[in-house]
């Protein structure tokens, strides 16, 4: 008669075990994950989506700059990524290029505009245009027909638009793409959103124009983390000396969610629109 050990009849419970559940709990291929972010695909993958007609490629432009006492250095870049999540996913066919984090911030000797506060990031014009450029350049050359530009920061507003101008004279002959300075996503913040505000009874002082009621509830909406509310007071007291134009005081999530979606909505309007036009 055969005498297994207590070992041995252990270890066949398991090997007996590991067959039963093979057989009861068949594995399946989790479904694909469905991709916004450039930074999330594979080249083959991208390439594929390209050609499945994910035709259009955004390019969100932040910045890295002084917000007051109370919020972070990277309000547009963090806010930025954030919008362009959603507007892509309601276009249906466009990726997010990365954030473009180093621009224009002034001067650096002397130090002006937002330089004179510690962290602020600033490059040249022509460096930020031509690294705009050379991003937009390489979305032409793999396949995307609409290269479309949004801009956090009113500073460059211009230049984004001259850029969009220079590819488009360059491309009209080919015909292949297209470039789209999308004024609109800048502009709803300082219209639509400003009036959204006025009427929940935010008045000119509070909304303020840098990091202020309008500035600081729109990144409680996308990221809270990166306010300090317990800083409010100090953003009021020290004012333009502190880096403030405006009062935080006021903000909430609820008021910056008026604002994400007007942002939204009309970005995603303008560029069908310029699309469409094309």
Do not use: C
Request: no cysteine.
């Amino acid at each position: 008669m055969l005498k297994l050990s207590l070992t041995s009849l252990f270890l066949l419970f398991l090997a007996l075990s590991s067959v039963g559940a093979a057989y009861a709990a068949p594995s399946y291929a989790a479904p694909p994950k469905t991709y916004v972010f450039l930074e999330d695909f594979t080249s083959t993958e991208l390439r594929d989506a390209i050609s499945a007609g994910k035709t259009t490629i955004i390019i969100p432009i932040g910045g890295t700059e002084q917000n007051g006492p109370h919020m972070a250095l990277g309000k547009h870049n963090i806010r930025g990524k954030v919008l362009a999540e959603k507007i892509a996913l309601q276009l249906g066919n466009a990726v997010i290029a990365p954030m473009l984090a180093y621009v224009p911030e002034g001067n650096l000797s002397p130090p002006t505009s937002h330089m004179r506060w510690t962290g602020t990031i600033t490059v040249a014009d022509s460096a930020f245009k031509g690294i705009l450029e050379g991003a937009a350049q390489s979305f032409k050359v793999h396949g995307f027909t609409d290269i479309v530009f949004i801009g956090e920061h009113g500073g460059y507003q211009t230049l984004v638009k001259e850029l969009a101008v220079k590819l488009n004279a360059a491309w009209k002959k080919d015909g292949k793409a297209r470039a789209h300075f999308i004024a609109e996503y800048y502009r709803a913040t300082q219209t639509a959103y400003v009036q959204a505000l006025k009427a929940n009874g935010i008045a000119d002082k509070q909304i303020g124009m840098h990091a202020g009621a309008a500035d600081t509830s729109l990144m409680l909406a996308t990221d809270e983390s990166l306010v300090r509310r317990d800083r409010f007071a100090q953003a009021v007291k020290e004012g333009a000396a502190g880096g403030v134009t405006g009062d935080p005081t006021p903000s909430t999530a609820a008021l910056g969610q008026l604002g994400v979606q007007i942002i939204v909505e009309q970005t995603v309007k303008a560029i069908r629109t310029a699309i469409a036009a094309r």
